[in-house]
């Protein structure tokens, strides 16, 4: 469990939003240090049998279709770590454009 240095921050639930900002955090130092490797990622999020099955340019389509939805705000306001495919949009982005890339909060 990530470090929460602010225990002030649980009854108003931002304990969780502190944890999301923590793992982007973590995948955009990722992708600083093996840029090359940012984008396998997705094996985890597949499984190690579907991984190279998976069309990655499809995969990056299909999410605007689904990133609007209330439900999946919802699931990320709730939990403590970010939506998966957010958190591969925003590794994309930060192999695209650099370091300062932030991922979708709600």
């Given at each position: 469990?990530?470090?929460?240095?602010?225990?002030?921050?649980?009854?108003?639930?931002?304990?969780?939003?502190?944890?999301?900002?923590?793992?982007?955090?973590?995948?955009?130092?990722?992708?600083?240090?093996?840029?090359?490797?940012?984008?396998?990622?997705?094996?985890?999020?597949?499984?190690?049998y579907?991984?190279?099955?998976?069309?990655?340019?499809?995969?990056?389509?299909?999410?605007?279709?689904?990133d609007?939805?209330?439900?999946?705000?919802?699931?990320?306001?709730?939990?403590?770590?970010?939506?998966?495919?957010?958190?591969?949009?925003?590794?994309?982005?930060?192999?695209?454009?650099?370091?300062?890339?932030?991922?979708?909060?709600?």
């Amino acid at each position: 469990m990530p470090f929460n240095p602010c225990p002030a921050l649980k009854p108003l639930f931002l304990d969780k939003s502190l944890t999301r900002a923590q793992e982007y955090t973590a995948d955009r130092t990722a992708v600083y240090y093996a840029e090359e490797c940012a984008l396998d990622r997705i094996y985890l999020y597949s499984g190690k049998y579907m991984g190279d099955k998976v069309n990655i340019d499809e995969y990056f389509k299909s999410i605007d279709t689904h990133d609007i939805s209330f439900w999946v705000k919802l699931n990320n306001f709730l939990s403590d770590h970010p939506v998966g495919y957010r958190r591969m949009q925003a590794l994309k982005e930060a192999k695209e454009n650099g370091w300062d890339v932030h991922g979708k909060m709600l």
